[in-house]
């Protein structure tokens, strides 16, 4: 593998293929894995270990809050970065998930992927 490997978590399968059109297309960045679930989610960051895990905050099932402190716990070394549509995301909820970060799904662009990425891999 070249470059940052990123696992995109999402129910929607659209949403999932939005997300590789922009991991894949920005510069030091590759796809690794997608899941539609927390329990797939999990299963793949142990085995694929990627630097990089964007989640979905709004998952049937266990939500991406609970999923990012379960990958936290599972992978630490892994930046987990959660993707919301709320206008505004519930700060405490989202303090307590673990994640590095937090970024509207719309704002999702190859920019923004490594700004994040520069800013939270080494802390």
């Keep these: 593998m070249s470059g940052v490997g990123v696992l995109t978590v999402h129910p929607d399968e659209d949403a999932r293929r939005a997300a590789r059109g922009v991991v894949n297309a920005t510069p030091g960045f590759e796809e690794v894995g997608t899941a539609g ?6 299963e793949l960051a142990v085995t694929l270990r990627p630097g990089l895990v964007l989640v979905a905050a709004e998952m049937p099932g266990i939500d991406g809050l609970e999923t990012s402190r379960r990958l936290v716990g599972a992978v630490p070394e892994t930046v987990v970065c959660i993707l919301h549509t709320a206008a505004e ?21 190859r920019s923004a992927l490594q700004a994040l990425w520069e800013q939270h891999r080494t802390q």
Excluded: F, N, R, Y
């Design 37 to 42: 679930s927390a329990e797939e989610a999990l």
């Design 89 to 109: 995301p519930d700060a405490d909820a989202l303090a307590g998930s673990g994640a590095a970060t937090v970024l509207h799904v719309d704002a999702l662009t």
